[in-house]
């Protein structure tokens, strides 16, 4: 009996009440609409991914299709040696820190640079470049700028790899110079 009343019911109502159509019309324009928005979205991406993947075949058969591999390879194990020749050797890590130190030192005391300090941290193996090293050493001392042009000319000489962070004059009466200097070395265990 209810089965029979709630389709009638439904019937005469949709027929009757105007709002209920409009409604009814509304919210399925609604649904369709949202079905149509996921659709499209869905469209768009499966086309992005389908453009990358596209890309990254052409790419691939760019770098398939390359002949110079071997000059590559020839050129790279070239700059690696280079780059071995250039680095501080040492037997241990406390030996580089020593031999950085006694180096930087003796550099000084060439140039006759008064009241100097050298502060040598222990090496850090780099991240980016495995089996180097990098020997921190803070170089102070009194600024004379003859000396101190000398003492540039004989780092830029050096054979070793080495960087200098920073170089900065203290004072106004007494001047010292403070000098960050990095070398770079491989540890032959």
């Known amino acids: 009996m ?10 005469l109502q949709w027929q009757s009440n105007y709002r209920l159509r409009l409604g009814c019309w509304c919210i399925l324009c609604i649904i369709c609409y949202l079905c149509y928005q996921f659709l ?26 390359e002949d110079v591999w071997f000059s590559r ?16 050797s040492a037997e241990s890590r406390g030996l580089a820190q020593a031999a950085t130190q006694t180096w930087i030192t003796s550099l000084l005391q060439r140039q006759d640079v008064k009241h100097r300090r050298v502060k040598v941290t222990p090496p850090v193996l780099l991240s980016n470049l495995p089996g180097v ?12 700028r003859q000396s ?32 960050d200097v ?4 491989k540890i032959i265990e």
């Not at 209810?2 to 019937?11: A, E, K, M, R, S």
């Not at 070793?160 to 962070?165: D, G, K, P, T």
């Not at 990095?182 to 070395?185: A, G, H, S």
Request: glycine share 2%; with cysteine; aromatic share 8%.
């Open 133 to 144: 090293w990098q020997v921190s050493a803070r170089v102070e001392g009194d600024f004379k």
């Open 2 to 11: 209810i089965h029979n009343y709630l389709p009638d019911t439904f019937v």
């Open 40 to 65: 499209a979205d869905v469209t768009e991406q499966v086309h992005d991914r389908c453009q990358e993947n596209n890309m990254q075949i052409i790419r691939l058969q760019r770098i398939a299709n």
């Open 182 to 185: 990095k070398v770079f070395c």
């Open 148 to 179: 101190l042009f000398k003492i540039l000319l004989d780092l830029e000489s050096v054979k070793h790899l080495l960087s200098i962070e920073r170089l900065e004059i203290q004072g106004r009466k007494k001047q010292r110079f403070v000098m």
């Open 73 to 88: 390879e020839e050129e790279i194990t070239r700059i690696k040696q280079d780059l071995e020749t250039r680095l501080l």
